[in-house]
């Protein structure tokens, strides 16, 4: 994600480990990189990913991390600022570590219109909303949406059979785009309100709608709605019509229109008219945020059970784009995401990261089983590593000029005691160090006197301060540590 353009994708929809004792694959930078790993989270796992900017940029997030440490029964140092979880293998503020600079980046991503879906169980479900609220702000939570992910299971003894899965819905601002979701009417209910018909005058390919809802037999279903206006006090919408005159829903421009084009019926001369609505033209109830019709695929094969639905996909991504629009998943696994938006009637890009190497021969197998790839020449483009083009190269003369100036001439390192160093003399390094994907951006470029550049050497900003803080005198601490 950090080799991707800010503002580059229209929906993010994802499903990332969420500290549920499963297996998956171990995070860059850790000690089973290229491993498979039981999904139960320990400090020393994500140290470089906690340090990489998240606890020198991001406060709200660091308290958070902390304050998670700390309920499960860890530590934070009051001197270091290091965070201990001690002998706690399933530690969610070291998973918090792990996903909050992905948050972050998934943020910078979308773009002013975006929307990100983040998939997520009773496990961490409230904790990645506080990390959530903390990089989009609470008011961007569009919806918690709940849904049935299996049947039931038989009961439980202690509790209640957890049987649902959590999507977590936040707008990057408040201008994100939604496209409302509908369901099927029930039909007994519509039975009872749609009583009337009339020989149908659709074409063929318009009466799918009619079929829909078992009725099609060469007649049109309708009901009759009121036209007249709750509100008594409306003179500009006080006139006669069809010899009645009322106080009227609509403009007389509109009534007449409507006439015109067979929409009004009056039973005879005197009566007060009324609204033909047809049935077919409903585009069904309006879906709420719980949703109990896309389960989970049934199948021996445990692999397949912990790919997500299809279907649910692919209603998370109509929701909030459009045609053409780019979808990304940055934990794309099995690629349910990237088929959900292939398989859509009106097509949307994708773009799908995985760490498991397993994963692109299983995404590329999928797309061409699955969404029906199959003979295309190279319908994937498989790329191992990307650059940003979107930052304005800037040389680095004028780069360690301007960071020369803006650091008071002084090294970075605000435990370095030189001072007046000239800027031929500071040396040019990365906050985020290149190989773990940091940029040549402005804001992440830092100079250093020589000898903290050699110090720092390929160490994440974070953590270098860390290590250089952990070596200052520090006065006496009163009270338990």
Same mark, same amino acid.
């Given at each position: 994600?950090?080799?991707?353009?800010?503002?580059?994708?229209?929906?993010?929809?994802?499903?990332?480990?969420?500290?549920?004792?499963?297996?998956?694959?171990?995070?860059?930078?850790?000690?089973? %990189?290229?491993? #498979?790993?039981?999904?139960?989270?320990?400090?020393?796992?994500?140290?470089?990913?906690?340090?990489?900017?998240?606890?020198?940029?991001?406060?709200?997030?660091?308290?958070?991390?902390?304050?998670?440490?700390?309920?499960?029964? *860890?530590?934070?140092?009051?001197?270091?600022?290091?965070?201990?979880?001690?002998? &706690?293998?399933?530690?969610?503020?070291?998973?918090?570590?792990?996903? %909050?600079?992905?948050?972050?980046?998934?943020?910078?991503?979308?773009?002013?219109?975006?929307?990100?879906?983040?998939?997520?169980?009773?496990?961490?479900?409230?904790?990645?909303?506080?990390?959530?609220?903390?990089?989009?702000?609470?008011?961007?939570?569009?919806? +918690?949406?709940?849904?049935?992910?299996?049947? =039931?299971?038989?009961?439980?003894?202690?509790?209640?059979?957890?049987?649902?899965?959590?999507?977590?819905?936040?707008?990057?601002?408040?201008?994100?785009?939604?496209?409302?979701?509908?369901?099927?009417?029930?039909?007994?209910?519509?039975?009872?309100?749609?009583?009337?018909?009339?020989?149908?005058?659709?074409?063929?390919?318009?009466?799918? /709608?009619?079929?829909?809802?078992?009725?099609?037999?060469?007649?049109?279903?309708?009901?009759?709605?009121?036209?007249?206006?709750?509100? #008594?006090?409306?003179?500009?919408?006080?006139?006669?019509?069809?010899? $009645?005159?009322?106080?009227?829903?609509?403009?007389?421009?509109?009534?007449?229109? %409507?006439?015109?084009?067979?929409?009004?019926?009056?039973?005879?001369?005197?009566?007060?008219?009324?609204?033909?609505?047809?049935?077919? +033209?409903?585009?069904?109830?309006?879906?709420?945020?719980?949703?109990?019709?896309?389960?989970?695929?049934? =199948?021996?094969?445990?692999?397949?059970?912990?790919?997500?639905?299809?279907?649910?996909?692919?209603?998370?991504?109509?929701?909030?784009?459009?045609?053409?629009?780019?979808?990304?998943?940055?934990?794309?696994?099995?690629? /349910?995401?990237?088929?959900?938006? +292939?398989?859509?009637?009106?097509?949307?890009?994708?773009? *799908?990261?995985?760490?498991?190497?397993?994963?692109?021969?299983? /995404?590329?197998?999928?797309?061409?089983?699955?969404?029906?790839?199959?003979?295309?020449?190279?319908?994937?483009? &498989?790329?191992?590593?990307?650059?940003? /083009?979107?930052?304005?190269?800037?040389?680095?003369?004028?780069?360690?000029?301007?960071?020369?100036?803006?650091?008071?001439?002084?090294?970075?390192?605000?435990?370095?005691?030189?001072?007046?160093?000239?800027?031929?003399?500071?040396?040019?390094?990365?906050?985020?160090?290149? $190989?773990?994907?940091?940029?040549?951006?402005?804001?992440?470029?830092?100079?250093?006197?020589?000898?903290?550049?050699?110090?720092?050497?390929?160490?994440?900003?974070?953590?270098?301060?860390?290590?250089?803080?952990? *070596?200052?005198?520090?006065?006496?601490?009163?009270?338990?540590?």
């Amino acid at each position: 994600m950090r080799g991707m353009n800010s503002e580059s994708v229209d929906c993010i929809a994802t499903d990332p480990p969420y500290n549920a004792k499963r297996l998956f694959n171990a995070p860059l930078g850790s000690r089973a %990189a290229e491993q #498979r790993f039981d999904d139960r989270w320990h400090w020393d796992e994500v140290t470089d990913e906690w340090y990489d900017l998240i606890a020198t940029d991001h406060p709200a997030i660091k308290e958070i991390i902390e304050a998670a440490a700390v309920i499960e029964g *860890g530590r934070v140092d009051r001197n270091t600022g290091k965070i201990s979880t001690g002998r &706690v293998r399933n530690s969610i503020a070291a998973y918090l570590a792990w996903m %909050a600079p992905r948050i972050v980046e998934m943020h910078r991503l979308l773009k002013p219109t975006g929307v990100l879906f983040l998939q997520c169980n009773w496990e961490a479900d409230s904790y990645l909303r506080l990390l959530l609220d903390a990089v989009f702000g609470r008011d961007k939570l569009i919806n +918690e949406i709940a849904w049935k992910s299996h049947p =039931s299971k038989g009961l439980a003894k202690r509790r209640l059979p957890r049987n649902h899965g959590t999507i977590l819905a936040y707008g990057k601002t408040m201008k994100w785009k939604w496209r409302p979701s509908h369901e099927p009417y029930d039909l007994k209910r519509l039975q009872q309100r749609y009583t009337k018909d009339e020989i149908a005058r659709l074409p063929p390919e318009d009466q799918k /709608t009619l079929r829909q809802y078992d009725q099609f037999d060469g007649l049109r279903r309708y009901r009759r709605d009121n036209l007249q206006n709750p509100n #008594r006090n409306r003179p500009n919408l006080t006139y006669e019509f069809l010899g $009645v005159t009322r106080v009227w829903r609509w403009t007389k421009e509109r009534m007449e229109a %409507a006439h015109a084009a067979g929409r009004i019926i009056q039973t005879r001369p005197g009566n007060v008219p009324d609204y033909k609505r047809y049935l077919d +033209e409903q585009p069904g109830r309006p879906r709420d945020d719980v949703w109990l019709d896309v389960m989970q695929p049934e =199948s021996s094969d445990s692999e397949w059970t912990t790919r997500k639905p299809i279907a649910l996909y692919q209603r998370l991504i109509q929701c909030a784009t459009d045609e053409g629009d780019v979808v990304l998943d940055p934990f794309c696994g099995c690629a /349910t995401t990237l088929v959900a938006a +292939e398989h859509l009637e009106h097509k949307r890009e994708w773009v *799908g990261i995985d760490i498991d190497p397993v994963a692109e021969t299983e /995404t590329e197998k999928r797309l061409y089983e699955t969404a029906g790839l199959d003979g295309y020449a190279a319908p994937v483009t &498989v790329r191992k590593s990307i650059r940003r /083009t979107d930052i304005p190269s800037i040389p680095d003369g004028r780069t360690r000029q301007a960071l020369w100036a803006r650091q008071g001439r002084r090294c970075a390192n605000p435990y370095c005691d030189s001072e007046n160093l000239r800027a031929v003399d500071m040396h040019l390094d990365h906050r985020i160090p290149r $190989v773990r994907g940091g940029n040549d951006d402005v804001m992440n470029r830092i100079a250093l006197c020589g000898n903290c550049n050699t110090r720092k050497g390929k160490k994440a900003w974070g953590q270098f301060l860390d290590e250089e803080r952990s *070596g200052q005198p520090h006065p006496a601490v009163k009270g338990p540590p």
